[in-house]
Nanobody
């Protein structure tokens, strides 16, 4: 079955960096757009970044543009989110998502990022 497993979260000081990973299995990873979402306490889940199947097209939320970079390694069935210059407002649970058919989304369990001094 489809599995998405995020890792790499943790506690980091403002201005620091983290790299999140999402390992995928159970579907043909290289043919799907992959997305990163996040959900902060008391807020709705929001799109952070997405990357197309071949990794040539990316989109970012305005709040992370210039600080976060999404990438993928189709040989490893893994999508990454490099997060630099982290801010307190980046604190959230981060999820990767694959939309395998229209309206059918698979989610990982999430990894928690806490930005605090």
């Amino acid at each position: 079955q489809v599995q998405l497993v995020e890792s790499g979260g943790g506690l980091v000081q403002p201005g620091g960096s983290l790299r999140l990973s999402c390992a995928a299995s159970g579907f043909t990873f290289s043919t799907y757009t992959m997305s990163w979402y996040r959900q902060a306490p008391g807020k709705e889940r929001e799109l952070v970044a997405a990357i197309n199947a071949v990794g040539r097209s990316t989109i970012y939320a305005g709040s992370v543009k210039g600080r976060f970079t999404v990438s993928r390694d189709n040989a490893k069935n893994t999508v990454y989110l490099q997060m630099n210059n982290l801010k307190a407002e980046d604190t959230a649970v981060y999820y990767c998502m694959a939309e395998l058919s229209l309206g059918v989304r698979s989610w990982g369990q999430g990894t928690t990022v806490t930005v605090s001094s």
